[in-house]
């Protein structure tokens, strides 16, 4: 078949390398004038590559390991003790081993304790979800770890990345993500490690591309496909229209369309309703599409004169600060890798409308500014060599009581016509690897139907 793939991100480059290996031709369309989507890199100067939004992955991720181990590439991935706290009460607390959340003293002992057993308790309670899908987050940590953890740790973390729909984020979402990132065995037990490939995520797209185009495949980077009509004709977009935003019907046609044996979609759902002709797509399945919401991200990359401070990921839990976490990314990788240079992170997420999504890069950090400063009383604006802001609008899908029961399926209802998103990984948090499993999961149901 010759089969079309929207979207260039993990999932669409996955999904047309899987069917390139059974033997049909992909031409994968893509608005960003690069791969990667939201794992896509920038070149922050003298060649170095660094992703648009902190990427890492965790011990449990073995999707994308096993796909670098298949494309040829096992070396790639290096695996770097990670270091994480918490900012509250005006100061980083360390929080990467067991014995930090002992000496964590905005917790009283007793909440300390309670939030140590409530955190095991859930790790070896099993890998079924069900038990955590009725209920909030919220009541289940005030249960099983008491109302003053909720308050000073956990709210604010949910807060951060959900906003005022925090206290109605499904107990599912929070067991993924506290569950299944990492081995608590061996060399892990006291320090988690964190995976990162030696030059970027870069060098694994342009391995599925090449995959692809040799199966006689294209990928089209700055391409998006502006129409998707019945008979799977494509309109594609003229170059340059990812600057007129993310809704397809802004962009103007670049010619005739082409004609296709299948389409497999792995963009956002607001994206993919807004690229279909009218009739073509079941309004029951869009209905499902409009029920699920997004928060955008919001990130701030900053090149820095010095190190920020002395871990790799800050979770800000002081309501106070107008972001939700600092990632010095030269905390993990060594910043010689990067010729001695260093780069942070600031970050958000936040809900479509925002004011802070209306700022540009330097009215965002002189607003962050006064925050940074309670990190790091020496900070200091002269320290910023070079900053790059990103916004991406379907960053994190909200996953309120009952989500697993409103997941479009990948199927949709159109023989022939298949969606693979964020909105569908579920328990797990989505990232990466998930994607990677997603990509082969699209590929499945369009072959086989399974
Ligand atoms: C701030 C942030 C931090 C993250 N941190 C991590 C992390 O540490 N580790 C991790 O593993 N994951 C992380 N993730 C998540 C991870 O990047 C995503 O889950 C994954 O990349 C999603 O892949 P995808 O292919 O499903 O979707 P996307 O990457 O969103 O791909 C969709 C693609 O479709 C393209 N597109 C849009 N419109 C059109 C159109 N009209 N025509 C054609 N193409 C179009 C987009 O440009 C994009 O390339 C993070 C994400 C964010 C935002």
Not at 89 to 100: A, D, K, N, V
């Amino acid at each position: 078949m010759r089969i079309a793939v929207v979207g260039a991100g993990v999932a669409g480059l996955t999904c047309a390398h899987r069917l390139t290996q059974r033997g049909h031709v992909c031409d994968v369309y893509e608005r960003w004038p690069g791969l990667g989507g939201q794992a896509a890199t920038i070149d922050v100067g003298a060649g170095h590559l660094l992703e648009r939004y902190y990427h890492h992955l965790f011990t449990s991720d073995r999707h994308i390991a096993e796909l670098y181990e298949e494309l040829g590439m096992p070396g790639e991935l290096e695996w770097l003790p990670s270091s994480v706290a918490f900012f509250l009460e005006g100061r980083s607390w360390p929080f990467t081993s067991p014995l930090h959340l002992l000496r964590f003293s905005p917790l009283s002992l007793r909440s300390r304790i309670r939030m140590g057993v409530a955190v095991v308790r859930l790790q070896r309670g099993g890998t079924d979800v069900a038990p955590y899908e009725r209920r909030t987050a919220r009541d289940w940590i005030v249960e099983a770890m008491g109302a003053e953890a909720y308050a000073k740790v956990w709210g604010p973390l949910l807060r951060g990345k959900f906003g005022d729909r925090a206290d109605d984020i499904s107990m599912a979402w929070l067991w993924g993500k506290l569950t299944m990132r990492r081995r608590l065995q061996g060399k892990e037990a006291g320090q988690e490690l964190l995976g990162y490939p030696r030059r970027s995520w870069e060098p694994l797209f342009g391995a599925l591309r090449d995959s692809i185009e040799r199966g006689g495949g294209r990928v089209l980077i700055d391409r998006p496909v502006k129409r998707l009509s019945a008979g799977f004709e494509i309109v594609a977009g003229a170059p340059g229209s990812f600057r007129a935003g993310h809704d397809p019907r802004a962009f103007e046609a670049a010619g005739p369309p082409e004609r296709y044996d299948a389409v497999v979609a792995t963009v956002p759902n607001d994206v993919f309703r807004g690229m279909l002709e009218p009739g073509l797509v079941d309004e029951r399945y869009l209905g499902l599409l409009d029920g699920i919401e997004y928060h955008t991200a919001l990130c701030l990359l900053l090149e820095l004169d010095r190190r920020f401070s002395p871990y790799y990921w800050t979770n800000i839990a002081d309501p106070e600060l107008p972001f939700v976490g600092v990632v010095e990314h030269t905390n993990l990788v060594a910043p010689e890798r990067y010729g001695g240079r260093r780069f942070l992170y600031v970050a958000n997420y936040l809900a479509p409308g925002h004011e802070l999504l209306g700022l540009g890069a330097d009215e965002l950090l002189a607003r962050y500014e006064p925050g940074l400063r309670k990190i790091n009383p020496g900070f200091d604006p002269s320290w910023v060599r070079a900053r790059w802001l990103h916004r991406e609008p379907a960053a994190q899908p909200i996953v309120t009581v009952g989500y697993g029961e409103r997941i479009p399926p990948l199927r949709t209802g159109v023989p022939g016509l298949v969606l693979a998103n964020t909105t569908q990984i579920y328990p797990e948090d989505r990232g990466t690897n998930y994607a990677v499993r997603l990509g082969a999961d699209a590929a499945g149901v369009l072959l086989d139907g399974s």
